[in-house]
């Protein structure tokens, strides 16, 4: 059973996201935060698998919460679930290390199989958003440079197959090496770029033009990777 705290200073939209969520038989919501200094307790109280959390919280914002939770010792895995798409928000919540970012315009089944994902340690990009990610690291600049990275060429290609949302097994039966060489390679890749996470990289890589960020076939579905 998936345990989530969901987070949204919105009563409804906290009833709402219960009913949507415990429907669908391996989820429960074990506490509930309508402030981010409420999320932050609850979620240090409760200890659940995952925080569903609204960026725009008094007390607190969704992103200070974030910066905060990352400080402590086994942090949740975070879904931001909000109304906010602008690139600056997008970009400072994968950056505070966001698991997952969705909007909510997303569809009932679509915002589930999205907390399953970053429950199991995938992470989720939202279709609507993702544009917006790259927009943004595109426009502060290109920091450290791609060359600077010095990723080998075996390096490159599982980026470029984390890029689309391919899971570590995946990546590993496309390179024809195990499981468990790609753990290693993306921590090494993530050490090498300085990044905390599998979308940080992802998007970092993008933004510099060596990669495309695109879910598997270049549909519609949200790209989503699972953590190394």
């Known amino acids: 059973m ?6 949204d200073d919105h009563e409804v939209v906290r009833h709402g996201l219960r009913l949507v969520l415990e429907g669908a038989g391996d989820i429960t ?3 509930q935060a309508a402030t981010g200094p409420e999320a932050i307790e609850r979620t240090g109280a409760l200890r659940p698998d995952l925080l569903l959390l609204d960026l725009r919280l008094p007390g607190l914002d969704g992103l200070e919460v974030l910066r905060r939770l990352r400080r402590t010792a086994n942090p949740p895995r975070v879904l931001v679930l909000t109304a906010v798409d602008t690139r600056h928000d997008v970009l400072e919540a994968v950056a505070a290390g966001a698991d997952g970012y969705a909007l909510k315009q997303i569809s009932p089944a679509q ?3 999205a907390v399953r994902a970053v429950a199991g340690g995938q992470s989720y990009l939202h279709p609507g958003v993702t544009a917006e990610v790259l927009s943004a690291a595109r426009a502060r600049g290109p920091g450290t440079p791609a060359s600077g990275w010095n990723l080998t060429r ?4 599982v980026l470029a197959l984390m890029a689309t949302g391919r899971s570590n097994a995946e990546i590993a039966g496309k390179l024809f090496i195990g499981p468990e060489t790609v753990r290693t390679h993306i921590k090494t890749i993530l050490r090498k ?3 905390h996470h599998r979308v940080e990289a992802v998007v970092a890589a993008a933004a510099a033009g060596l990669v495309e960020m695109r879910p598997q076939g270049g549909g519609e579905g949200a790209v989503t990777q699972e953590d190394g």
């Not at 998936?2 to 987070?7: E, L, P």
């Not at 075996?154 to 290609?157: G, S």
């Open 2 to 7: 998936i345990r989530v705290v969901v987070a």
């Open 29 to 31: 919501v074990v506490g």
């Open 111 to 113: 915002l589930v199989e």
């Open 154 to 157: 075996r390096e490159l290609a």
């Open 193 to 195: 770029m300085g990044k």
